[in-house]
């Protein structure tokens, strides 16, 4: 199986996490590296470069991964596109629903070429289950989902989501997004869309440390997102009411491994009380100790490009539908 000349663009955190993952799948050949900080490079025996344009002309990668800041992931998309590259790129695309846009109409004029998001909260093993429970019709149909994912913010200079013109907003757009791709992963698209954000702690913050969104489909299906930046102590839950049950997740496993055990629980309803524990009905609960999801995240974009199956997840209809509702709320100025 021969691999795929690969480029990185942005060796941060998540660069660093993408050039892991492709190591250990073993069919991308990673043959350049690029940061603006060259610093960030020392310890890899690659091609090093400073300007990210100059990495994709000099390599001619066919595939580019972009883990840049938020303000110029649109560009090194789209050029990435018309040099004929397949790209994965981080999460969020772009700092505004205008940036997605833009990309979106740069792919449909190179259809041929994959581009995928980096929503990896889907590939969670708890999310996974969840999605598989809800498929399969076991507890019913989804009426409402509550969610709530937080951290701790800080109002350090050097960190760039603390720049507005870089990071283009707060805790929504940084963390909050995952919530709501997983909200429109298990319900489907929102119709309806209200919220608003504040700076309830961070006064001085760029962006917003709170949001509250309610969000509702044709249908008639509701959610609800709490997405925060004061939550002291890192919460990842979510509550999903089915018509005959109910299903949970808490705790997500991360590399700060801050949020707790990630588990599921599920129950069906059990109103004739043949358990005889009404309002408490036996539960069945799952945990897990690995994440796998940047794995799981790399072989899909992989078996794109091989022309095994298509983009599933992160797709750029799935980059546009988030962008629209966070611009819908970043608009409400309660």
Not at 66 to 91: D, S, W
């Amino acid at each position: 199986m021969r691999k795929f000349r690969t480029v990185i663009i942005g060796m941060g955190r998540m660069g660093k996490t993408r050039y892991v993952a492709m190591k250990k799948h073993g069919h991308f050949e990673i043959t350049g590296l690029c940061d603006n900080d060259i610093s960030q490079l020392g310890e890899y025996d690659i091609n090093k470069y400073e300007d990210w344009k100059c990495s994709i002309d000099q390599e001619r990668p066919e595939i580019v991964v972009v883990c840049t800041v938020n303000a110029v992931i649109p560009q090194v998309v789209c050029y990435a596109l018309e040099k004929g590259c397949h790209v994965f790129a981080e999460k969020p695309p772009g700092k505004t629903l205008e940036d997605a846009l833009t990309m979106k109409k740069a792919f449909l004029k190179h259809k041929n070429q994959i581009l995928k998001f980096g929503f990896n909260h889907r590939y969670h093993y708890s999310v996974i289950e969840a999605k598989s429970l809800i498929d399969s019709g076991f507890l019913g149909k989804v009426v409402n989902i509550r969610g709530v994912y937080g951290k701790a913010g800080n109002l350090q200079k050097s960190e760039w989501r603390n720049d507005i013109e870089i990071a283009g907003g707060g805790i929504l757009l940084d963390q909050g997004i995952h919530m709501l791709d997983l909200l429109r992963y298990f319900v489907g698209d929102f119709k309806f869309v209200k919220g608003f954000t504040e700076k309830l702690v961070w006064k001085e913050a760029a962006g917003e440390d709170t949001a509250f969104i309610t969000l509702k489909t044709d249908s008639g299906k509701v959610a609800t997102l709490h997405s925060s930046a004061i939550q002291w102590k890192h919460k990842f839950d979510m509550d999903i009411t089915c018509t005959n049950g109910y299903i949970a997740l808490n705790g997500l496993l991360t590399s700060t491994k801050s949020y707790g055990e990630e588990r599921i629980t599920y129950y069906r309803k059990d109103l004739e009380q043949k358990s005889g524990k009404l309002g408490n009905p036996t539960e069945y609960t799952m945990c897990f100790d690995e994440d796998s999801s940047w794995d799981f995240e790399i072989e899909e974009f992989y078996k794109a490009i091989k022309g095994e199956k298509p983009i599933m997840n992160g797709t750029i209809e799935d980059a546009v539908a988030v962008m629209e509702l966070i611009d819908k709320v970043y608009g409400n100025k309660l």
